[in-house]
């Protein structure tokens, strides 16, 4: 059996020394958070607006590209009287993110600002950085949203999640400490059968009480136990939590039918943090105390609660990096319902979001598309990028090069992409001016050609892809 510790021993000891030691006051802040949830809806407004006086405060202090949006725009902190206010700043989109990026960044922001990258629709990365506030926000975020499903902090947790290729010193002191905080990590970007199969036993002997993951990488693992015919007992667990991309309804079906607990939503990104999750009531709350969603149509304008409109954000614990009215690229419409078990959060009725490609490799080992994805946020010189698998040995890489990219840049990625996918794997490096949106006019970042066998196909594609596979 997979040793874990008692729950209250892991949540309540030494989970808080953890975060003590790295600075971040994360349980500090699910305290409010479990006070705050329960204010009415115009108290909940009313802390957003405090906390967005603070930021802009901060931005103007420490961040010249915002202080000159915010005097040019006549938009002054101490004279904030609503969140409506915040409309005469204009919006702010990656390409700015990036471009100014040092002219926003607070390096000497309190605990260090903590250099991080991301995608985005068309593979366009951003550099970012985020300090312990942040950190401590998305952390009691989930905390609060586990609680929720009556997941506590310290109890077993499994992720199905990304992992480096060879693990290093650091990896291995992560993995000690992830399982002295009780949480068991599976890597989403190996999934081999036979690593498949591992999982399920690792998963039976962990019996975790929240399993979260990549919600194709999820529905994957269930399609893999389904064709193995296998039938998990999991007493503990009581709900499976998926991210990262859309989750579809065939999947949560699976999801829900092989590991018997209701499955549950999240909606964040990399740049703007955790932002909401779905309740045991089927609703998508916003984490509100830590952003302000703003949904817009493309001239910029605030569309009515119920149609569907460009996610704008501001993240108020965004010290290091301030997003001020940050325009995502998600779409997503905002509810007139209020929350039905009676909080005060801001209520987001659906999320369209993007999903991925799988990649597999020649051996037949499945990766989720991050795998892939990783290599190119860290090759420098990369504006847009996007990841064509032809066939299982034959990769294309689009990419529209910046100013710092030189001929080391596709060695790079070649070199990268076969540490993933194998020697064998021929990679292609495309330097193109621009990279042409699908046939929808939406963008992919990763597109792969190779289908996967029969009911692993249906659990991790589009529902239009699958219309005509039996569930």
Known sequence: MTLTLPSFIAGRCIYPLQERVLGR??????????????LPREGVEALQLDRLRDLLLVAHAHSPFHRRRLDEAGLHAERLTSLADLQALPTMGKAEASAHHDAIVWQGVPGGAFRYNTGGSSGQPLIFHFGRRRQASDAAGRMRARRWWGVEPGDPEAYLWGAPVELNKTDWVKTVRDRLI??????????????????????????PHCLYGYASSVALLAAHAQARGRRLHLPKLKVVCTTGEPLYPHQRTLIGEIFGVPVANEFGSRDIGFTAHETPQGQMLLISESIVLEVLDEAGRAVAPGELGEAVMTGLCSDAQPFIRYRTGDMVRLSTAGDRAGRGLHVIEEVVGRSTDFLVRPDG?????????????????????????????DLEVQVVPDARWTPASAKAIEAGLQARLGLEVRVRVVALEQIAPEASGKHRYVVSHVKLAGELQHATSHPSETSTIKA
């Open 365 to 393: 080992t499945v990766m989720h598309a991050l795998a892939g994805i990783y290599v190119l946020r860290a090759t420098p010189g990369v504006g847009e990028f996007k990841l064509v698998q032809h066939t299982l040995r």
């Open 182 to 207: 009780n949480q068991l990590v599976l890597n989403a970007f190996a999934m081999s059968p036979p690593r498949m199969d591992g999982y399920l036993d690792a998963l039976q002997a962990f019996q």
């Open 25 to 38: 006051s994360t349980f500090g802040v699910l305290a409010e958070l479990e006070r705050s949830q329960h």
